[in-house]
């Protein structure tokens, strides 16, 4: 069953309100796919580096190349598994629909939050309403 018009206007402003309130949310599920393909890769191969290293050390009974090859496989794997840093800072989305840059200051404490913003909207559309 397709949405309403005014069903579609909620839902938009509710995307716009959730990019503005928390932006990095959105880019982690808007994220790219070629660099964690490539990060996957990367450390894949790492990881086999480090076990080949590891046997080689055990089979050459030298320790010490063994823990080289640890060491090297137990960095590979968490950097696979560790979230990957963001190349700059997240944007907001205006009333408007377009991006601009965040700026380095939070919110005041006096500032209201989204639960309370959010109230305010509601309360206003039930009043335009009639009700």
Request: charged share 25%.
């Given at each position: 069953?397709p949405?309403?018009?005014?069903?579609?206007?909620?839902?938009e402003?509710?995307?716009?309100?959730?990019t503005?309130?928390?932006?990095?949310?959105?880019?982690?599920?808007?994220?790219?796919?070629?660099?964690?393909?490539?990060?996957?890769?990367?450390?894949?191969?790492?990881?086999?580096?480090g076990?080949t290293?590891?046997?080689?050390?055990?089979?050459?009974?030298?320790?010490?190349?063994?823990?080289?090859?640890?060491?090297a496989?137990?960095?590979?794997?968490v950097?696979?598994?560790?979230?990957?840093?963001?190349?700059?800072?997240a944007?907001?989305?205006t009333?408007?629909?377009?991006?601009r840059?965040?700026?380095?200051?939070?919110?005041s404490?006096?500032?209201?939050g989204?639960?309370?913003?959010?109230?305010?909207?509601?309360?206003?559309?039930?009043?335009?309403?009639g009700?």
């Amino acid at each position: 069953m397709p949405l309403s018009e005014y069903e579609q206007r909620v839902l938009e402003q509710m995307e716009r309100q959730l990019t503005s309130d928390d932006p990095k949310l959105v880019n982690t599920f808007q994220g790219g796919r070629t660099s964690s393909v490539r990060r996957w890769l990367l450390t894949g191969a790492g990881a086999l580096a480090g076990l080949t290293v590891l046997v080689v050390g055990a089979a050459t009974s030298q320790p010490w190349i063994g823990v080289l090859g640890f060491v090297a496989m137990f960095v590979s794997v968490v950097l696979a598994f560790s979230p990957p840093r963001r190349q700059g800072p997240a944007g907001v989305v205006t009333d408007s629909g377009t991006v601009r840059p965040r700026s380095g200051k939070r919110p005041s404490a006096g500032s209201p939050g989204f639960i309370t913003r959010f109230e305010q909207r509601w309360d206003r559309r039930r009043d335009e309403r009639g009700r």
